[in-house]
């Protein structure tokens, strides 16, 4: 888990005729987004959170479950924003979907199906702003090293990338010519690539 360092600064001191913020609008708002990514109740959140607290971020504090839940009817989001010139992290994976075949209840009833149709969505992500970069719908048997240049194609040419991760299907001398070719970027090893 990623945690950016403005989540663990202290609040700003803002002058307020009520009682002064202890935990900063980043705080709130990272929490209400782990809420809504796992589907967590308040309390559970705020376990999750003391949890994360006492493993491995010290620093970072945590409200109460009240608190989170009278703080989000005010709540200003910031969402992140790709600013132009800036250079990617990219993350690209790969997922299923079951496109057409025989239902599970007919499966389960009568034990008998015909063989299930799939198709893969690869996507690549800027991992900064969270959002999607290229996508890309193949067969079930297409790679993610064989759609990398399709999907890097997609990305307007001379952008800069900084970073490229993978779960490790891309890391071959060939993709990362492709990485180096097809985005415009400066020769290897100035983009990066690594598992993720």
């Known amino acids: 888990m990623w945690i950016d360092e403005s989540l663990l600064a202290p609040a700003a001191a803002v002058p307020r005729r009520t009682r002064p913020l202890v935990y900063p609008d980043t705080v709130i708002q990272g929490l209400l987004g782990l809420k809504q990514v796992f589907d967590l109740p308040l309390r559970t959140l705020q376990g999750f959170a003391q949890s994360l607290h006492r493993l491995a971020f010290p620093n970072l504090p945590v409200p109460g479950y009240t608190t989170l839940s009278r703080r989000a009817q005010s709540l200003q989001v910031v969402l992140p924003a790709l600013r132009p010139g800036e250079p990617l992290h990219l993350a690209f994976d790969s997922t299923g979907l079951k496109l057409y075949g025989e239902g599970e209840w007919k499966v389960r009833t009568h034990a008998w199906s ?7 969505v690869h996507l690549a992500m800027d991992t900064r ?3 999607i970069c290229a996508a890309l ?6 790679g993610d090293s064989e759609v990398l240049t399709d999907l890097l194609e997609q990305i307007p040419f001379g952008t800069p990338i900084d970073i490229v991760g993978d779960d490790g299907a891309c890391d071959t ?9 097809c985005a415009g970027v400066m020769p290897w090893p100035q983009a990066t690539l690594g598992a993720t």
């Open 114 to 120: 015909k063989r299930h149709t799939w198709r893969k």
């Open 129 to 131: 702003a969270g959002q």
């Open 137 to 142: 719908m193949t067969h079930q048997e297409m």
């Open 173 to 181: 001398k060939a993709c990362h010519a492709q990485i180096a070719a």
